[in-house]
């Protein structure tokens, strides 16, 4: 048995290892690379894998622990602020898309409770596929990614009266339990998670990371993500959606970083497993034996899909390329149509047939989305650059320019600045319609990711005298630091950090000029402050720039040690030890530069 | 901090690309060994002085030498901040007798230079005074202080002269500088530069 397990393991790690370089090499991403390997080894290539059922059941874990993750990212307070957008848009999509396919199906005569369930399953679009692909095109800050995680969150809710649903309409006898008691279980569930989540998981957490044992936290928390994952299935609730309440619940505990580091692996594989497994289930048998039928349901149901998403995508407020792509992101079939097909057919709303055809076509439409993605980058995105490209003489080849890449709006400051001072600029950024407005005004703007080095190569980064790096992920701009250092090492980089540890981080990476983005407003606010308080201001100034003088001091003071604090030290206690250290440090350096300076309070 | 520094150069020149004339004479100083520039518009733009740093570097050095363009007959504003935070009384110059004054004993002068020409700088001229009375202040600051002040290096003419006379003034005080260091100076010969 155990060995049957090494060898399946082995054949999706020799598959993902194989398929996935070689498919974003191509520039297919990885996605689509997983899709095609599960194809390869599935029933239909290779034959080397039997059991798909259990594998796509099993690897549905990957969703749950990207929920859980996504959930670790956002406080209660900002998923409260977003209600309105998730209700308001997801409604919108789910009962949109559900209204016309419904339509349609009626249309070509299907019968009723056929079809709307057919199409409440069909309305759900891939939380992993669009997720993953945002996070891929770190376009979850973009509108169109807002929008996007909103919906997908609503479908995830919507998911559960959906199931409970289907025995209503089946001809089989419904569940013991019907959908009201149902509903109850599920409000109980969740409430017993908030509790648990503030009063039995945090000091279990806290324990656990005081035995210091690394494997063992890792363990607790898949645990912690597993046994709710599994609660959740027991009351018929997504696991996904109880995964991402559990993450949520826990973000802003002191342990969120810790966790995600853990989990990050995990659920980079099981996702990807996950997408092998849909590869795998692509029924060829169905397929093969209607094909013209399977594709051409296939496109009218993406078509309907990407009409709605398309046309909703204007009173959220987006514009002409941002309302492609968020359709392109959202039109495939989801996950939960599997569930959703699966309960139908054993509730006997429609018959084994159609359920496979249909799981079929929502397999088609997650493989095509990674296509369009191309479509989009290849074709469409070249040729409205093409529509708007003026002629490039004006501004070519700029030499002796500054390069500002993320105009946003730390950016745009740091841009409009040096470019009322007749500084070249040339801008990178990766927001369409951001683009556009720049190129009004005929700045030279490059759009992509900046990481790639061929994207520098060609904004003249070898000509540039200094590159501002004002992105706002993390992440991306550590990325890009080390992509820029290792490319053009002589091109001076001058980086908004978010905080401390980026600053630090971006240190390690040989950028000497680096501003925090909250310091130098704060200080003016609390300067400020003081002013009201009753302060004279220019005294208030001296007290600022005396404090600012001593901050900065203290930074670079402590980055020899900011690596070799031990890593489960919890980073929110930590926090507060500095900061209550920098509170003594602060008072001691303020009362002697005061005495140095002969300053005294001029307050009334 | 090199304890052999013979001379702090105090320069303030708050122009956009420096005067042609200030930034030769800032230069020649600093090619002098154990001659320390100070720009303070360079180190300060935003007006906020280091005061310890400043502190501890006049308490090293023998002579102090200033060097700015003259604007509205008085010295940069930045200068002013700097001597206004820096030279508080209770360190330069305390009125009990207990304490020290911490820069008796040195000795200083200013360098400045003056858009009029000498002709300008009498009673009568177009600028009314001679050059010594608008560094009246300047010279009392130092001798309350307890330090010696010596004669000013004046260079009128200063935005009209050609390349040539802007170097040859350089030149001049670049020696003054190394006599009056030299002079100064109370500590054996010291090679290194004190930048």
Redesign the interface.
């Known amino acids: 048995m155990e060995h049957s397990l090494l060898l399946n393991a082995l054949v999706y790690l020799a598959a993902a290892v194989i398929v996935v370089p070689v498919a974003r090499r191509l520039g297919l991403g990885a996605v689509l690379g997983y899709l095609l390997a599960g194809i390869a080894i599935g029933p239909w290539g290779l034959g080397l894998i039997r059991e798909v059922e259990t594998i796509l059941h099993f690897s549905e874990f990957g969703v749950v622990l990207l929920l859980f993750v996504i959930g670790l990212e956002l406080e209660p307070r900002r998923l409260w602020s977003l209600r309105r957008s998730i209700f308001g848009w997801g409604a919108a999509q789910v009962g949109g898309v559900t209204l016309l396919l419904l339509g349609a199906a009626l249309l070509a005569g299907v019968g009723w409770k056929m079809a709307l369930i057919a199409a409440l399953g069909l309305s759900l679009s891939s939380t992993a596929v669009a997720l993953s692909t945002m996070q891929e095109r770190n376009l979850i800050p973009t509108p169109a990614g807002q929008a996007g995680f909103s919906i997908l969150l609503f479908q995830d809710i919507a998911a559960i009266p959906m199931i409970a649903l289907v025995p209503l309409l089946g001809v089989t006898a419904a569940d013991a339990d019907g959908g009201w008691s149902g509903a109850f279980k599920a409000i109980a569930m969740i409430a017993a998670l908030v509790l648990a989540g503030r009063f039995l998981i945090r000091p279990m957490l806290r324990f656990i990371a005081g035995t210091g044992m690394r494997e063992i936290f890792t363990a607790f928390a898949l645990l912690l993500v597993i046994s709710i994952s599994l609660l959740m299935d027991q009351v018929g609730m997504s696991m996904a959606l109880g995964a991402f309440m559990a993450g949520v619940l826990l973000a802003d505990s002191e342990y969120r970083h810790a966790l995600e580091t853990d989990l990050e692996p995990f659920k980079g594989l099981l996702l990807g497993l996950f997408f092998i497994a849909v590869g795998m289930s692509v029924d060829f048998g169905v397929f093969l034996a209607q094909p013209w039928r399977i594709v051409g349901m296939a496109a009218a149901f993406l078509a309907i899909k990407l009409a709605v998403l398309w046309l909703l995508a204007r009173p959220f407020g987006m514009t002409g390329r941002q309302r492609v792509l968020f359709a392109f992101l959202l039109s495939q079939g989801g996950e939960f149509a599997f569930v959703v097909f699966g309960a139908a057919a054993t509730a006997r709303v429609f018959d084994a047939d159609t359920a496979s055809i249909l799981v079929v076509v929502v397999a088609l439409s997650m493989i095509a989305t990674p296509l369009l993605l191309i479509l989009y980058d290849r074709v469409l995105e070249p040729y409205w650059q093409s529509l708007r490209q003026r002629p490039a003489d004006a501004v070519d080849a700029n030499r002796e320019h500054v390069i500002i890449a993320g105009f946003g709006r730390f950016g745009q400051i740091v841009g409009r600045l040096l470019h009322a001072n007749q500084v070249p600029l040339t801008m990178l950024d990766h927001d369409p319609d951001q683009i556009d407005t720049l190129r009004e005004f005929g700045f030279k703007v490059f759009y992509g990711d900046a990481t790639r080095t061929d994207l520098l190569h060609a904004a003249g980064a070898a000509h540039a005298r200094a590159l501002v790096l004002s992105v706002d992920g993390i992440d991306d701009s550590l990325k890009l630091a080390a992509a820029v250092r290792a490319e053009f090492p002589d091109l001076p980089i001058l980086a908004r950090a978010r905080n401390v540890t980026h600053c630090y981080q971006l240190m390690d990476l040989g950028v000497t000029i680096v501003e925090r983005e909250t310091f130098e407003s704060a200080l003016m606010l609390g300067r400020r402050t003081m002013e009201q308080l009753g302060f004279g201001a220019y005294f208030a100034r001296?007290a600022a720039?005396?404090f600012?003088?001593h901050n900065l001091r203290s930074v670079l003071e402590v980055y020899p040690y900011y690596k070799d604090r031990a890593q489960y030290v919890s980073m929110a206690r930590r926090a507060r030890e500095e900061l209550h250290a920098m509170f003594e440090r602060d008072f001691v350096a303020n009362s002697r530069?005061r005495e140095?300076?002969?300053d005294e309070p001029g307050n009334a | 901090m090199s304890s052999d520094l013979r001379a702090l150069v105090v320069f303030a020149d708050p122009s956009l690309h420096r005067s042609r004339i200030s930034r030769r004479v800032a230069e020649a100083c600093a090619s002098l060994p154990g001659v320390r520039v100070r720009d303070l518009y360079q180190l300060y733009p935003d007006f906020y002085i280091d005061v310890r740093a400043e502190r501890a570097l006049l308490e090293e050095a023998p002579l102090l030498v200033f060097v700015f363009q003259l604007g509205w007959y008085a010295m940069p504003a930045l200068l002013k901040e700097w001597f206004d935070s820096v030279f508080k009384p209770e360190w330069a110059a305390p009125c009990d007798g207990n304490r020290p004054r911490r820069l008796q004993g040195k000795t200083a002068f200013a360098a400045v230079a003056c858009a009029g020409s000498a002709r300008d700088y009498r009673a009568g001229g177009a600028h009314g005074r001679p050059l010594e009375d608008y560094l009246a202040p300047l010279e009392q600051s130092v001798k309350a202080c307890g330090m010696a002040w010596l004669a000013p290096h004046p260079f009128y003419g200063a935005d009209s002269t050609d390349a040539e006379a802007a170097a040859r003034h350089a030149g001049d005080l670049r020696a003054l500088l190394a006599r009056h260091a030299g002079i100064a100076s109370k500590q054996p010969q010291g090679g290194a530069h004190g930048a």
Do not use: I, T
Request: net charge negative.
């Open positions: 001296q720039m005396r600012r003088e530069d140095a300076e002969g």
